[in-house]
């Protein structure tokens, strides 16, 4: 386990636990517990289940579930809030936790377990997967999803450590923290595996993943097949998995060996469960099938029943429904199915989602298994009179498909396009949500091409829109500011954006999806705004610079803070999850953004004054001289710059590089760095000493930035900070220089964001966005004013900030006019700011498996 992040052993986490079930008091009540991946959480639920409680495990404790099931205690962000000392419900001796049916936020219909099922079904999920105190578990789901928390029990019960995190895949801290843990193994749902298909998963090195599970709805069997050819090579194993919540998550697997063969198979019943095939009584109804090769439903359908000591004790609508005892011996999963002459179970259709109309009984699962052989990713619901089909981001109509397929007149079919299918907070399609979209627009009749947002998910797509230069339709909710290839340029604005629409900034806002941002409660900006430190330091640096330059006073060093800024923004917008070639794409970007406009004003400037020569056109002044005129340094910082982010993103685009940087980013970091300080303390005969500072050899501040980045726990920052107090002092051998530069680099490592008043925020961000402009033109604005100092600076900053603004206002009214002109036409036919916690690992102790499994089995007594 990674010794940088926070850890907490068993025998803490069971002090914890044993604390936290004291502080309930003996009294058996009903807890309502919103639970996050993270260790309050954990705690929460553990110490509840140890005081005897039942708890209602959910994502937020609505109002909904209050008025419907009048808790005794509600828990929230970790802490108890006590309703009423003794219960107000009579609740059943085996009754131990309650969980939505759908995994969906405060739904009044929940599933009934017991002890014994979380046991049974945690033990059957341990020994196929051959757990054991060497796994390492990441949260990719939510415990209050059964899928999710099926992981948090099964390797709570073998001893088994968990890396508890709420980062997305999509996410590249999220691949940093797993690599750093050491993790064995993560959980998908198939929304989970389209998004490691955006991130380049199967470049990824991941040395220490053992398997992939897979349910919580059906994968595609050539995606199945996929991944296990994928896994196969690779070196871990891939387990499709069925289950439900009502069989306390898992009733069967798919062993990785057949799934090559047979993916489209659910596998066989886990340890203890076993499923009988039903016959389907014929209620004289037409029933219509889809035609999908042979595998049709024969003409007397059976239905997949599940008997195992997992079987929920029965549902609960209500109060009353607590003190009901056992009322459901099997699982009747809704699904028809076969055996195969393997032995292995194959579910082929979906009984209890069929539609009638016109008489016929529409298979609505079978039809979108048709609609994506067909090469359409589709949502399927009905009512009486019609068949609604939202597709996702269609390349053609689909209506002729899904008319074909269901029988049913094509003008019975009601095509909704949509950017993103609806999908609950477990990854599953939402549809209550697809039936919604078939209702006309007020506005205009048509269906939108984009699933309603809320309004400030619609702010920040379109923030993102403009200030990134995209078509809004590719601006779906779940992508984020890296995903779109937002850079240290765009950036500033963006950010200052954010914060005005969420009236917060989140730390980890860049690598926040938009359905992430969108949640956060929006945050009190009476006492300021928060901006990021990057920010800051690029506004307040670019005026110490030309203010020196101009001589309105001389304060020299903030050129090269702006290097460990620039370091430090790379590392988090080009040092990313994404795939090699991806990556080199964005940062080179990135440079011509910054190369391109410099060369131009050069090349503008180059015949009518003696500032520059050729070389500086071609930004290789550092390299090919000359030397030694008065105005060669000029440019010196935006030329190294650029060397710096060309070669970062050379080296990390070789592949044996990019495997060390993703295995152990911080480490790879301070490695980079100890080259460069090379340079550092043996600088060579390259340059005179007095212009070391200010050429390629200062490579090392571009990496302390690098590090600084990479740095997420105490002791990282302290081992930053500790190599600055080092290497800074002496460097220059101007004691006022090296304060700053050492005081600008320390607040970068350690202060993520700063509250300043919102005047200061705005002026702030403008000119952190113009920087460029300002230092590129204030060569030539400040010399106009002679000794009025202050007007020079004004001049010169205003000068870059029209500069900035220009191009922006004229690249984004030709992107709307192209947008108009080519986008297709729509419809023809929690709660907490902070969403991203630190990883809080629970790792072993010295407890062994047995003694670990009677601890744990305590818990559910």
Not at 318 to 340: E, F, N, Q
Not at 372 to 387: I, K, N, P, Q, S
Not at 542 to 563: C, F, K, N, Q
Request: charge should be positive; glycine fraction near 8%.
């Amino acid at each position: 386990m990674a010794k940088g992040l926070p850890q907490v052993t068993f025998a803490e986490l069971a002090t914890l636990v044993e604390e936290f079930a004291a502080g309930l008091g003996p009294e058996r009540r009903l807890v309502a517990l919103a639970a996050r991946n993270d260790l309050p959480s954990l705690v929460a639920y553990l110490g509840a289940l140890d005081a005897g409680c039942v708890v209602l495990l959910t994502a937020e404790v609505t109002g909904e579930l209050l008025s419907t099931y009048d808790p005794d205690v509600v828990i929230e962000d970790g802490a108890p809030r006590v309703l009423r000392e003794t219960s107000a419900h009579t609740l059943h001796p085996e009754l131990m936790l309650l969980l939505s049916t759908s995994g969906s936020t405060g739904s009044p219909k929940l599933v009934r377990l017991s002890a014994t099922n979380l046991l049974a079904n945690a033990s059957a999920i341990a020994e196929y997967l051959d757990l054991g105190p060497d796994d390492r578990a990441a949260t990719t789901l939510p415990m209050f999803y059964c899928y999710g928390l099926s992981v948090v029990h099964s390797h709570l019960l073998c001893g088994a450590s968990l890396l508890l995190t709420q980062r997305s895949v999509l996410d590249a801290a999220f691949w940093d923290e797993f690599r750093a843990c050491r993790a064995t193994s993560f959980a998908a749902v198939p929304y989970t595996i389209d998004l490691l298909d955006r991130v380049g998963f199967a470049d990824m090195a991941l040395p220490d993943l053992r398997y992939i599970t897979q349910a919580g709805g059906r994968l595609a069997p050539e995606r199945v097949r996929a991944y296990a050819r994928l896994g196969a090579h690779s070196g871990w194993r891939f387990f499709v998995m069925y289950g439900q919540t009502e069989a306390t998550a898992r009733m069967a697997y798919l062993p990785p060996d057949s799934a090559q063969e047979h993916p489209d198979c659910i596998g066989v019943p886990i340890p203890g469960g076993a499923f009988t095939l039903e016959p389907i009584a014929d209620t004289g109804e037409h029933e219509r099938g889809i035609d999908l090769g042979g595998s049709g439903i024969e003409s007397a359908p059976h239905e997949l029943v599940y008997h195992g000591p997992n079987v929920m004790l029965g549902y609960a609508t209500c109060p009353a429904d607590l003190a009901l005892g056992r009322t459901v011996t099997s699982l009747r999963t809704g699904d028809l199915a076969r055996r195969t002459p393997e032995g292995l179970y194959q579910v082929i259709g979906r009984r209890s989602r069929f539609a009638k109309i016109f008489g016929l009984r529409i298979d609505l699962q079978r039809l979108e298994t048709g609609l994506a052989a067909a090469g359409f990713t589709a949502c399927c619901v009905g009512d009486d009179e019609r068949l609604v089909v939202a597709v996702q981001r269609p390349a053609a109509d689909p209506t002729d498909a899904a008319a074909r397929l269901s029988g049913l007149p094509a003008a019975s079919v009601r095509v909704c396009p949509v950017t993103e299918l609806p999908r609950l907070a477990n990854g599953k399609p939402d549809y209550p949500a697809v039936r919604t979209l078939s209702a006309p627009s007020p506005r205009t009749g048509d269906i939108s091409m984009l699933s309603a947002p809320s309004p400030r998910s619609a702010d920040i797509r379109a923030l993102y829109a403009t200030a990134l230069g995209l078509d809004p339709a590719l601006v779906r909710p779940d992508r984020t500011f890296v995903d779109l290839g937002g850079n240290s340029l765009n950036y500033v604005t963006t950010a200052a954006g954010v914060e005005r629409a969420l009236g917060r900034l989140p730390a980890a806002w860049p690598t926040m999806t938009i359905a992430e941002l969108e949640r956060i409660p929006h945050g009190d900006s009476r006492f300021g705004r928060a901006v990021d430190t990057s920010t800051l330091l690029r506004a307040a640096a670019i005026v110490l610079i030309v203010s020196s330059h101009i001589g309105l006073y001389v304060l020299w060093g903030a050129a090269h803070v702006l290097l460990g800024v620039a370091g430090f923004n790379f590392a988090r917008f080009a040092v990313t999850g994404a795939p090699r070639a991806e990556r080199l794409r964005h940062a080179l970007r990135t440079v011509a953004l910054i190369a391109v406009p410099t060369a131009a004003w050069v090349a503008v400037t180059l015949p009518f004054t003696d500032y520059y020569s050729w070389q500086n056109v071609l930004l290789l002044n550092k390299i090919l001289g000359p030397f030694d005129s008065d105005t060669a340094g000029h440019l010196w910082f935006i030329e190294v710059l650029g060397y710096f982010m060309v070669a970062g993103a050379l080296l990390i685009r070789i592949p044996a590089v990019d495997a060390l940087e993703r295995r152990a980013p911080f480490w790879f970091a301070m490695g980079l760095l100890g080259l460069t300080l090379v340079l550092r303390f043996q600088p060579g005969t390259l340059y005179p000493d007095k212009d070391v500072a200010f050429s390629p050899l200062a490579a090392w501040f571009f990496a302390s930035g690098w590090a600084a980045a990479k740095a997420t726990t105490r002791w990282q920052r302290l081992l930053v900070s500790a190599v600055l107090l080092v290497c800074v002092p002496g460097y220059f051998g101007v004691p006022e220089r090296e304060r700053l530069v050492l005081a600008g680099l320390l607040v970068l490592v350690w202060l993520p964001a700063i509250r300043v008043p919102a005047l200061v925020a705005v002026v702030a961000a403008v000119l952190a966005d113009s920087s460029l402009f300002v230092y590129l033109l204030h060569w030539q604005v400040y010399p106009l004013f002679g000794q009025h100092h202050v007007a020079a600076l004004l001049a010169s900053l205003l000068a870059g900030v029209a500069a900035t603004r220009v191009p922006a206002v004229v690249r984004r009214r030709w992107e709307s006019s192209r947008h108009r002109e080519f986008s297709p036409r729509r419809g023809s036919t929690r709660r907490r700011g902070s969403l991203r916690w630190p990883a809080l690992p629970s790792v072993r102790s010295g407890l062994d498996g047995p003694d670990l499994r009677r601890r744990f089995a305590r818990q559910f007594r």
